[in-house]
């Protein structure tokens, strides 16, 4: 997992951190094992070697303050500026009017579903999963990207919606979806209303994996799943205008970008 190039060392609280970091980062971090550390309001799980792992927001202007209590008292505050991203506009056509602009019995539906995958990313366990190299769940062409504002058309009005939470990968119907690092299963709902069939995967550290608009799912909530074991088939199930897999990755309740934590995609499979 990249984070950066060169690190900056803090004698005084035996951490390292990276010298910068990018809008929509997770990043990877080594402080004393003993330190209580805190970051955008949490404090951090500490590894058993001193690992610590927060993300970076889309729209996080920065520096990222990080709060470090050394266990004899001694404190130290750690400014790391971040690199903004251009994040261009997506238009996209094609998509059921209803699930853009929902009546609201379906509205109401929504906010329930949503409520439900917001308490899975809450989860906090010791397991330090995301610590792997993360491999790409499926191959294909990266048809979605990460942070771009999304506009809907529907009938020939623009609907401007939220910046797009991951990143999309078209492949065919039934493509199977494989875990991009270990985990355990936290949420597993074939029906939801926009996101269809829907998987999420903790990896620790309030960090996780979420996987949409599946057209089967092979896993079940509390299941333990190692890299590369499938959790289920791509699909267009929920509000997709054609098959894909959309992964999207949290810290938490920050979205950041899966594509900071893969290898490139193959020279084959050409992103757009």
Do not use: C
């Amino acid at each position: 997992m990249l984070v950066a190039s060169t690190f900056l060392a803090h004698a005084a609280a035996a951490a390292a951190f990276p010298d910068q970091v990018s809008q929509g980062a997770l990043v990877r971090a080594i402080v004393n094992p003993h330190a209580k550390v805190r970051v955008a309001g949490h404090t951090l799980r500490v590894g058993p070697g001193g690992e610590i792992v927060f993300g970076v927001g889309r729209d996080e202007q920065g520096p990222m303050t990080i709060e470090i209590t050394e266990r004899d008292g001694q404190r130290e505050r750690i400014a790391i500026p971040v690199t903004p991203r251009d994040w261009p506009i997506e238009r996209i056509e094609g998509v059921p009017p209803k699930t853009v602009e929902p009546p609201p019995e379906i509205a109401e539906r929504i906010k329930r579903e949503q409520a439900r995958v917001v308490a899975a990313r809450e989860r906090d366990d010791a397991r330090e999963d995301y610590a792997q190299a993360f491999a790409w769940p499926v191959d294909g062409r990266i048809s979605g990207r990460f942070g771009n504002q999304r506009v809907y058309v529907v009938d020939g009005k623009d609907v401007p919606k939220s910046p797009h939470s991951g990143m999309d990968i078209a492949v065919p119907q039934g493509t199977p979806v494989k875990a991009p690092a270990a985990g355990v299963v936290t949420f597993a709902d074939p029906d939801l209303y926009l996101t269809g069939g829907t998987v999420l995967v903790d990896h620790g550290h309030g960090v996780s994996s979420n996987f949409l608009h599946l057209s089967r799912i092979d896993v079940k909530v509390g299941q333990r799943i190692a890299q590369g074991d499938v959790i289920g088939a791509a699909g267009m199930t929920g509000r997709a205008t054609g098959p894909h897999v959309h992964w999207g990755m949290n810290w938490f309740d920050v979205r950041v970008d899966p594509l900071l934590l893969v290898e490139p995609p193959n020279a084959t499979q050409p992103a757009r």
